[in-house]
Structure formats: structure tokens, C-alpha cells
């Protein structure tokens, strides 16, 4: 499978490519970066650290796009709907771990899954999606009465909040309590709050050092706690279920996906 990777020059592109070089059926056949990045011209193998793969990044996408057959995105909200709407032109895989979309984006991506397979999720990793599935089960057997809070924390350069797993977790509880997260979340509290109200789904967020990702879902009752939780200990376990997704996609019938449909956790 041809695959391009879009931020070929950042942390996570990188890791992308060095995930596509190891990844048996998968090969990088395109990178880009955004225009006027001094990366342009750059072989994207020795920039990932994996040698010479004869693949220059480039600041045209849409010259990538027509000789691929899938493509890695983990890059900015406008970018990435911009890249949907090639990849719904050339009726590619579009791999999302874009964070920070908003429902103006989110639309635009169903659009594109009209005719491109787009797979977007919060977080690509099979821990966090299994931890998702146990945090639906949870929320949907425990009930209202237990408080339920997310805490995450990431590196300091990261620039959403909260995160996109974070957000991920909640959707998931919300789901197994068969409310709306956008009803019942509190994003942050400051000064003389009051009582916590019941039901609700908190989160809070902490930034500072390297953290790749550490996620925690508390469930709080009276008298116990049980606390669900994931650390990422390196960027590659989301680079390659990126791959994993992007070959999961491959001449699969156009839709908008999650990374929960590619494990197979969907539903539980």
C-alpha cells in the first residue's frame, strides 16, 4: 500500500514513516510538509532516521495524493480538512489523528467520507481504544451516582486541551451512560464552584515536560474509587496503528471510521 504522510518533518510524521518502513505491505511513496517549512527537499528517510528511502518532501500534496492509495495525518484541524477533500478527489484512506476538531471540521470530514475512507480517532494506540471499551462498561454499570473525572497529561509543547484521547475517554463514558458529553462535561472549575453536580463528566489537564500521553478515568463512589488508566511511553504505538488503520482501510467501502471499527471494539 502507497502511503504519504503529511507533516513528514514533526515528531509525529517521523515516527509515521519510520512505522511505514517497518510495517510489511505498507511503503512511503510521498511526504510533504507545509510551504516554506525548511524541510522541503529533505530526503523524509534520513529525517526519520531509517536512511535513504529516495523520497523528497515536498509542499504539493496534491501531487502526492494522485500516485497514493492512502494517506497519515496527524497535523492541524484546517490541514487536515484540506488534505480530506484531496483524499475524497483521489478516493484514497485517510488516516486522522488530527486533535482539536471542531464541529465546522468534523462536518467537512463526513463530506470527504463520501467518497474517501477516512479513519479518525483521538488516539491510534490499542491500549487507549481497549481502554475506551472498558471505560463504556463501566460508565453504563456503575450509573450517575459514581463521579466520574478524566485526568490527562501531555508534554509541554502540546497546544489543545483536552486532549483528543481525553475527549475520546469521555465520548466513551458518555456513551455507555447514553447521555451527550457536550451536556454534561465540565472543563474546568476556578474559584467558588459549588457542589459537583451529578452526572457530570469532568476533566482536567496537565502540561509540563516530555509526557508522550498519560490518561486516567476515575470512577468515584461512596466509599471506593476505581481508576482506569493508560500511559504512552513512546509516539510509535500511535504511528503504527496509523499503518494498521491505513491497511485496514485499503479498498474498503468510503465511510468515516474510528480506530474502534479497525480493532474491532466498536459497539462495546
Known sequence: MRLIVAGAAGRM???????????????????????GSPAIGQDAGELAGVGRLGVAISDDPLSLVVSADGALDFTTPDATVALSE?????????????????????ARLDAAARHAVI?????????????AALVRQAAAALGPDWD?????????????????????????????RKISLAEH???????????RPEGTIGFATLRGGSVVGDHTVILAGSGERVELSHRAEDRMIFARGAVKAALWGYRRKPGHYSMADVLGFAGQ
Open 148 to 176: 466520574l473525572e478524566i485526568l490527562e497529561m501531555h508534554h509541554r509543547a502540546k497546544v489543545d486541551a483536552p486532549s483528543g484521547t481525553a475527549l475520546l475517554l469521555g465520548e466513551a463514558a458518555a456513551e455507555g
Open 13 to 35: 510524521g517521523r515516527a509515521l514513516t519510520r512505522a511505514i518502513v517497518e510495517t510489511e505491505g505498507a511503503e512511503l511513496s510521498g511526504a510533504f510538509e507545509r510551504p
Open 86 to 106: 484531496l483524499a475524497a478527489q483521489g478516493r484514497i484512506v485517510h488516516v486522522i489523528g488530527t486533535t482539536g476538531l471542531e464541529e465546522k471540521h468534523l
Open 185 to 195: 462535561s465540565v472543563r474546568s472549575r476556578d474559584g467558588h464552584t459549588g457542589a
Open 119 to 131: 479513519v479518525r480517532s483521538g488516539n491510534m494506540s490499542l491500549g487507549v481504544n481497549l481502554l
